[in-house]
């Protein structure tokens, strides 16, 4: 089993900056990649960031130039750095890990959540 801990969210106004950040814990498992996802109200769940466990990242567009995913893997630890900060980019952020235990194929887990409001 993993468990995720997310932190960091809040409200900030529009231009502004937030670091979130996602420790994983347990035993047993390797991860392969890290990422990041969001849901505004009314919307669908939407990629906002990954990691690979080779460190290659991908980014949603509307975040390109804003947002840098990166990763800790001594600390089983992924964090995203938000800069100038949007109103559109309030959203509920979710962590979301896919680990490789001993079985055949990998698992995902995701965060509880961590809300992110910016305003205008």
């Known amino acids: 089993q993993v468990q995720l801990v997310e932190s960091g969210g809040g409200l900030v106004q529009a231009g502004g900056s937030l670091r979130l950040s996602c420790a994983a814990s347990?035993?047993?498992?390797?991860?392969?990649?890290m990422g990041w996802y969001r849901q505004a109200p009314g919307k669908q769940r939407e990629m906002v960031a990954l990691?690979?466990?080779?460190?290659?990242?991908n980014y949603a567009d509307s975040v390109k130039g804003r947002f840098t995913i990166s990763r800790d893997n001594a600390k089983n630890t992924v964090y995203l750095q938000m800069n100038s900060l949007k109103p559109e980019d309030t959203a509920v952020y979710y962590c979301?890990?896919?680990?490789?235990?001993?079985?055949?194929?990998?698992?995902?887990?995701w965060g509880q959540g961590t809300q992110v409001s910016v305003s205008s």
């Open positions: 979301n890990v896919l680990v490789q235990f001993r079985t055949p194929f990998p698992y995902t887990y």
């Open positions: 347990g035993s047993g498992f390797s991860i392969k990649a």
């Open positions: 990691v690979s466990s080779g460190n290659t990242t």
